[in-house]
């Protein structure tokens, strides 16, 4: 077998190729501002890069993004942090979103569908959506709502949230969600920094076939966010309004056109947060035209999404992709809102929605999939998925099993795009390229307009060998700021402190020879045993194909005395014992195919593995619990899934003490 270049897992045919939207760009582009005709997308995603000004500018042209004051010129400034986008234009993220609706052969077409774990799916038309918008802006406005002003959503996946999300944006007011399964103090963690002035919110939800009430914890947050001027009721389980809140049907009843509040390029658009797992979630600002033109980048050429798409990712408003989701509107695709269980009532309910909503990319987490694979499920056996022209997995890496699991069980000639970005920048560093092949357990390539590397860390770029990953040109929705960081200090520092005018970001990466990019997971959670670095994501992939195990998380601790504790923690299938037979398994496993450095110095059997409340293993919190920090100091409680997991962690830092 080649290993430098290794045989495809799936290409494109000529027909996908010259039918991309890349291709269409890139031809257009050559034509109009000087982008290479040949070399496809290498020689594409270099002009990108080398021509960023040029590209950012071919990006607004080919979108026609509608700028109702024009800008000077397309970056200002091009310093990290502080780099200037597009000064001196103004537009609005809402009315791009809502475009669709002015095109009489789409108007009463579905903007989105609406699906639960009780019905079939519900269609929103583009023109029922713009009027909602446009009835709710104006009833913020008459609230005494300006541009600036933070709005906040306690919601579930739901088209309320979409149109609340949209209103806000039309009238220059800043948004703001976590999902009704965060608790109070949670919410209050993220919502009392940027202080709401009004609070969308429902009376419960429904979740793995049983209802759940939030009554008592949106009279908390009622009562501990002082800033609010409303309060605004949905009544999602047909409660009736609680007293002093408004009714979202008499709010969203009028038939009023959008006003769209031109606001400058780096208006803020929404606030995000970090995980928060060590400290308050950071909050993180992004702008209505640095989203804008960063979504229509990556949904319209990489994600090759249009009119006649049909978008579906299952995701949370408490998550990025859920933004993302949303912005599948710029480019005029239907949208599938899903709210409920990703695995009720049974492990392959995605996949039944998928093919109930027709479609065309479906969006799912790499645990979802590795999901599927350990529970047998048979997608295309069980489901019409021909609609299904590609699967896109995030949240971690993808391991080479789930390659091969979608290839074998979805489709043979299935585009399949492992995705990598961050709720920082509310987008993908690489991923998804429809004119590109597919290898197993890697990325296609960068994203057009980043200049993605491998650093080793004297700031050397790596080819072929692991470092950090690094983006050396700004990207425009990196945040324009955090919240209440008035010197930007504290923006500096998670992410241009160890390379000064780079953006670091956390991940251990290769780029391979061949342009693709193979994620190794977090590089302030990296195993380094005499010198050999791994990333945790490869210890996973590994030992999680044993059907013995549930899930596993390892952790790499340099001692005090300059050794090094690397302990494996495996949560167990139902009925299963870890005995010496299963612990010489596991070890043989890492041994044979990652490396025999990387051989844990202990497996334990751990009730369970933490996450953060959108799913991802906390590896940094439990290391500091086992390297002796107290538990109120190693993490933030209201970031965790389930705080009583940690305990046992704290347990074994305990006896090891």
């Known amino acids: 077998m080649d290993t430098a270049n290794p045989s495809p897992l799936w290409q494109p ?44 500018k071919g990006v607004t042209d080919w979108f026609d993004v509608r700028f109702t004051h024009p800008y000077a010129r397309v970056l200002g400034n091009r310093s990290m942090p502080g780099a200037e986008w597009f000064p001196g234009a103004t537009l609005n993220y809402a009315e791009h979103a809502l475009r669709a609706a002015d095109d009489p052969t789409r108007a009463e077409t579905p903007a989105i569908l609406q699906v639960d774990e009780r019905q079939e799916p519900r269609p929103i038309t583009w023109t029922e959506l713009r009027r909602q918008v446009g009835s709710l802006a104006a009833e913020l406005r008459a609230l005494g709502v300006r541009p600036g002003d933070r709005i906040s959503g306690y919601l579930p996946n739901i088209s309320e949230a979409v149109v609340a999300l949209l209103a806000t944006a039309a009238v220059g007011a800043v948004w703001t969600s976590c ?47 002082p800033s609010l001027r409303a309060v605004v009721h949905i009544p999602l389980l047909g409660t009736e309004a609680p007293e002093g809140a408004l009714e979202w049907a008499a709010l969203t009843s009028g038939d009023v056109a959008p006003v769209y509040e031109e606001v400058p390029f780096d208006h803020p658009l929404w606030v995000l947060y970090s995980s928060g797992t060590t400290g308050l979630p950071k909050a993180i600002v992004q702008s209505q035209g640095g989203i804008l033109v960063e979504h229509l980048k990556q949904l319209g050429l990489h994600c090759d999404l249009g009119p006649d798409d049909r978008f579906f990712w299952y995701t949370s408003t408490g998550w990025m992709m859920w933004n993302f989701l949303v912005s599948g509107l710029l480019t005029g695709t239907t949208i599938v809102l899903y709210d409920g269980s990703p695995g009720h009532p049974e492990t392959g309910a995605q996949w039944a929605v998928a093919e109930k909503t027709g479609a065309t990319l479906f969006g799912t987490s790499a645990a979802y999939v590795m999901a599927c694979r350990k529970a047998g499920v048979h997608p295309s056996r069980d489901h019409d998925l021909s609609r299904v022209k590609c699967v896109a997995t995030t949240g971690s890496p993808l391991p080479p099993d789930g390659f091969r699991w979608l290839h074998d069980e979805v489709r043979d000639d299935l585009w399949i795009a492992s995705v990598s970005g961050g709720t920082d920048v509310c987008s993908c560093f690489a991923g998804a390229v429809a004119t590109l092949p597919v290898h197993i357990g890697e990325l296609q390539a960068p994203s057009l307009g980043t200049d993605l590397q491998a650093w080793d860390p004297q700031g050397n770029p790596l080819i072929d060998e692991v470092g950090e990953l690094v983006v050396t040109n700004p990207m425009p929705s990196m945040p324009i700021r955090f919240w209440n960081d008035p010197d930007g200090s504290r923006y500096h520092d998670s992410y241009f402190d160890t390379y000064p005018g780079v953006w670091r970001h956390g991940d251990w990466i290769t780029l391979t020879s061949r342009g693709s990019v193979i994620i190794h997971g977090r590089s302030d959670s990296t195993l380094n045993r005499q010198g050999v670095r791994m990333g945790s994501a490869d210890i996973y992939e590994a030992v999680e194909r044993l059907p013995e195990i549930r899930e596993s998380l390892v952790i790499g601790l340099e001692l005090p005395d ?42 334990i059997e751990a009730p369970g593995v933490p996450h953060t409340l959108t799913g991802k293993r906390i590896e940094v919190p439990v290391k500091r619990l086992l390297q002796g920090t107290p538990l109120e100091k190693a993490v933030n409680p209201g970031s965790i899934d389930n705080l009583e997991l940690l305990r046992f962690y704290e347990d074994i830092a305990r006896k090891r003490a």
Request: proline share 5%.
């Open 179 to 225: 999902a009704p399964d965060f608790g109070a103090r949670s919410v209050l963690d993220r919502f009392q920094q940027v202080e709401p002035v009004v609070l969308f919110t429902v009376d419960g939800y429904r979740y793995g076939g049983k209802e759940h009430d939030r009554r008592d914890t949106v009279a908390e947050l009622r009562s501990e966010l």
């Open 13 to 56: 045919d000529r027909d996908q190729i010259a039918a991309a939207q890349i291709t269409r760009f890139q031809a257009w582009a050559a034509e109009h501002h000087g982008a290479p005709a040949d070399g496809g997308y290498e020689a594409l995603h270099r002009w990108s890069v080398n021509e960023l000004e040029t590209f950012w």
């Open 562 to 603: 300059g050794g090094y504790w690397m302990p494996l923690f495996v949560h167990l299938a139902p009925g299963v014992v870890l005995d010496d037979a299963l612990r010489s398994r596991i070890k043989q496993v890492i041994r044979e195919q990652l490396s025999p450095r990387h051989v844990p110095d202990e497996i």
